[in-house]
């Protein structure tokens, strides 16, 4: 009796320990790298001071543009104040100005990094979304879908990203849910070609070959069999890529495409403090974008370490 | 197959992708509405009514057609340099293809010169830092080139403006740089400018490029402050391709410095820096050559930004203008052109990987 209490207990132990006794290696791996760890903990801290300034906002002050506006620190001068440490924490990165308004910087910053780091990361999603599901469907169907999906691709990399992703804001109308649409319609591409390229090598192994033997439908085949194993590649890609999303959201706020100068937004705020770079004033162009750039180099970092641990022929 | 049949092949593989992007611009223009389309060709000065006027704007557009037939009116109006006309305030007005044949040289010096400085530094450059993996100049590198990579282009190049820009900072010894426009407008007689410089536009003759028209009419004092205008612009592109030319370097170097043709090079008693040059770098230079068309099109993406960081007259300045001021010609000139610039450059990216590797032909 005991005995076989003893075998089914075995049994599920090996049931469960794959996967767990995997995730432990990959992570310890993961962390084992410096870099990586580095990047992972930069970028845990960005998004839950986003998060906090989400849920709490009181807390940091003030999160929008309008209500900052209101806000007039002082007269004494007709230039942004320098960062100063006597007045508190809000003015740490000094102030920066619009016409007569001045404003500091440092919770505008904060409330700008959720803004940013939210529309990236639904761009990234969705775009990696669509391309998913597009290319490994494509990839098993087949054939003429497969043709089609392949020359529309080919279209959208024959484009600097930064052009296509014009034409299309110039198209849908210049608002800023519009350049959300606009990088979305840019992204997919590369993920339908990721997504497809890996499907059509998982699509020859023989647990493939296995599961249609098994009498597994094709969608049924996609979704558990497939499906899963496309996801790795495109998880290491997808985290890439909120950095690049990151800068080139901030470059098209910068260059003005949406027409409402109000948004709390980073590449809106460096623009913003471009105005006084010709009398000297540098903190608000340079401030901003250190911020910008920690998080970027950070996602990168951890970007690279994910690839290093979970693209198996990477592993040595 | 012969290289002579591999080109023939690839030039023909063209055709498909130029009707493509083509077939892109045209859904462009045809998602507004075609009394849009028809506006850019009317001209109230005229004495032919306005009525009229439409009526031959629309047979000459093919619009009274079909979508898919006035597709290919499309390409006929391409083919024939009808490109529409462009109204951009403090830019530029006129005809597309003019305006691109004015501003496309600038934006080409910039790329032009960015791009032979990147490789200049990131050939060597790679080289070292590849033959010396895991060492402390390789942990370096690999810094620079993620800063690189994750550096916003238009920050970077404010950076330079106010760390090297002339008059920024005030008493900075280093800033001596210009940090707008592609030259000196004070160089310039505006009361009576030299005949080869179009003042109202800010363009020169013959080459549209101010550094060597400069040069060709002797006016070397010009030439010099456009030369000068070109560094911190050409800085801030180099960096950020220098970046990505130097990881795929290093991981090609790394790659080919464990196979075992090396080990056998190294058997035979080579010398380690013809081993180096020989064996490694020229067979880690390929997966480089791939992604040099990537690079070239994340350069010309940053161009755009760049461009106008340093209010640089130039193709990606025209673009961004087409869209500020709603020219529907403007944005469609623009997006072909630089998808004609990428598609020449990954053919010529082509044919050279398949004249350095020859296995590729098959």
Same mark, same amino acid.
């Given at each position: 009796? !005991?005995?076989?209490?003893? #075998?089914?207990?075995?049994? $599920?132990?090996?049931? $469960?320990?794959?996967?767990?006794?995997?995730?432990?290696?990959?992570?310890?791996?993961? *962390?084992?790298?410096?870099?990586?760890? !580095?990047?992972?903990?930069?970028?845990?801290?960005?998004?839950?001071?986003?998060?906090?300034?989400?849920?709490?906002?009181?807390?940091?002050?003030?999160?929008?543009?309008?209500?900052?506006?209101? *806000?007039?620190?002082?007269?004494?001068?007709?230039?942004?104040?320098?960062? #100063?440490?006597?007045?508190?924490?809000?003015?740490?990165?000094? #102030?920066?100005?619009?016409?007569?308004?001045? *404003?500091?910087? *440092?919770?505008?910053?904060?409330?700008?990094?959720?803004?940013?780091?939210?529309?990236?990361?639904?761009?990234?999603?969705?775009? !990696? !979304?669509?391309?998913?599901?597009?290319?490994?469907?494509s990839a098993t169907y087949g054939k003429y879908l497969d043709e089609v999906l392949m020359r529309v691709t080919d279209v959208f990399f024959s484009l600097p990203y930064l052009i296509i992703a014009l034409a299309f804001i110039f198209i849908l109308g210049r608002y800023l849910i519009y350049v959300v649409y606009a990088l979305i319609i840019v992204w997919w591409p590369i993920y339908a070609r990721l997504a497809r390229g890996q499907s059509l090598y998982v699509k020859s192994t023989k647990f493939v070959e296995a599961a249609y033997a098994a009498g597994s439908s094709r969608i049924r085949t996609v979704f558990s069999h497939i499906l899963p194993n496309v996801l790795s590649p495109v998880f290491i890609q997808l985290s890439l890529d909120i950095g690049s999303i990151v800068q080139i959201f901030a470059a098209l706020d910068y260059l003005g495409v949406s027409v409402s100068p109000y948004i709390d937004e980073l590449g809106n705020i460096i623009s913003l403090g471009q105005t006084y770079l010709s009398v000297g004033v540098w903190w608000p162009i340079v401030l901003p974008g250190i911020f910008l750039l920690i998080f970027t180099v950070s996602v990168n970092m951890m970007g690279d370490g994910l690839r290093d641990v979970l693209d198996p022929r990477l592993r040595r | 197959m012969e290289f002579k049949y591999f080109v023939i092949r690839r030039l023909l593989l063209i055709i498909p992708t130029f009707l493509g992007?083509?077939?892109?611009?045209?859904?462009? &223009?045809?998602?507004?509405?075609t009394a849009q389309l028809v506006a850019a060709y009317i001209?109230?000065?005229?004495?032919?009514?306005?009525?009229?006027?439409?009526? &031959?704007?629309?047979?000459?557009?093919?619009?009274?057609?079909?979508?898919?037939?006035?597709?290919?009116?499309y390409i006929g109006a391409l083919f024939r340099g009808d490109w529409g006309t462009m109204n951009l305030q403090n830019y530029y007005t006129g005809p597309v293809l003019q305006g691109i044949a004015y501003f496309f040289p600038n934006t080409i010096q910039?790329? =032009?010169?960015?791009? =032979?400085?990147?490789?200049?530094?990131?050939?060597?450059?790679?080289?070292?830092?590849?033959?010396?993996?895991?060492?402390?100049?390789?942990?370096?590198? @690999? =810094?620079?080139?993620?800063?690189?990579?994750? &550096?916003?282009?238009?920050?970077?190049?404010?950076?330079?403006?106010?760390?090297?820009? @002339?008059?920024? =900072?005030?008493?900075?010894?280093v800033g001596v740089f210009p940090i707008s426009f592609p030259y000196s407008v004070n160089l310039i007689n505006f009361l009576n400018p030299p005949a080869w410089i179009n003042t109202s536009l800010g363009i020169s003759y013959p080459t549209h490029i101010m550094l060597f028209d400069a040069l060709i009419h002797g006016d070397f004092p010009l030439a010099f402050s456009a030369l000068m205008h070109l560094v911190l612009p050409v800085l801030t592109l180099t960096y950020g391709i220098l970046a990505g030319l130097l990881r795929f370097i290093r991981a090609g170097m790394v790659d080919s410095s464990n196979q075992e043709y090396v080990k056998t090079a190294r058997s035979k008693g080579v010398p380690e820096k013809v081993i180096i040059k020989r064996h490694i770098r020229k067979n880690g230079l390929i997966p480089t050559l791939t992604v040099v068309g990537l690079l070239f099109a994340s350069l010309l993406?940053?161009?755009?930004? +760049?461009?106008?960081?340093?209010?640089?007259?130039?193709?990606?300045?025209?673009?961004?203008?087409?869209?500020?001021?709603?020219?529907?010609?403007?944005?469609?000139?623009?997006?072909?052109?630089?998808?004609? +610039?990428? &598609?020449?450059?990954?053919?010529?990216?082509? +044919?050279?990987?398949?004249?350095y590797d020859p296995r590729i032909r098959y």
């Open positions: 009796m !005991a005995e076989i209490q003893v #075998t089914k207990q075995f049994q $599920r132990e090996v049931k $469960r320990r794959p996967k767990v006794e995997d995730f432990k290696n990959t992570a310890k791996l993961f *962390f084992k790298n410096k870099f990586a760890f !580095a990047g992972f903990v930069i970028t845990v801290i960005y998004f839950l001071l986003a998060l906090l300034d989400e849920v709490y906002p009181s807390y940091l002050g003030v999160s929008s543009y309008s209500s900052l506006l209101s *806000f007039q620190v002082s007269y004494s001068s007709v230039l942004p104040l320098p960062p #100063t440490f006597d007045k508190g924490w809000w003015y740490y990165m000094g #102030t920066t100005q619009l016409g007569s308004y001045k *404003f500091a910087l *440092f919770p505008s910053v904060l409330g700008a990094l959720k803004f940013d780091m939210g529309y990236s990361l639904i761009i990234v999603l969705a775009g !990696a !979304a669509i391309g998913v599901i597009l290319g490994t469907f | 992007l083509v077939l892109l611009v045209f859904l462009i &223009m045809r998602s507004f509405p001209n109230r000065k005229l004495a032919i009514p306005v009525s009229v006027q439409i009526q &031959m704007a629309k047979a000459q557009l093919g619009l009274d057609y079909p979508v898919p037939v006035q597709y290919f009116y910039l790329a =032009i010169f960015a791009t =032979i400085l990147s490789v200049l530094i990131a050939l060597p450059l790679g080289t070292y830092i590849g033959s010396r993996p895991n060492s402390v100049s390789d942990q370096a590198g @690999r =810094i620079f080139s993620l800063t690189g990579y994750a &550096m916003p282009a238009f920050w970077l190049g404010l950076l330079l403006q106010i760390g090297l820009g @002339r008059g920024v =900072i005030s008493g900075n010894p993406g940053g161009v755009v930004l +760049i461009e106008d960081v340093f209010n640089y007259k130039g193709l990606g300045l025209l673009a961004l203008n087409s869209v500020l001021d709603s020219s529907i010609y403007g944005v469609a000139g623009t997006t072909l052109v630089f998808g004609l +610039i990428l &598609m020449v450059t990954n053919l010529v990216v082509d +044919i050279l990987y398949a004249l």
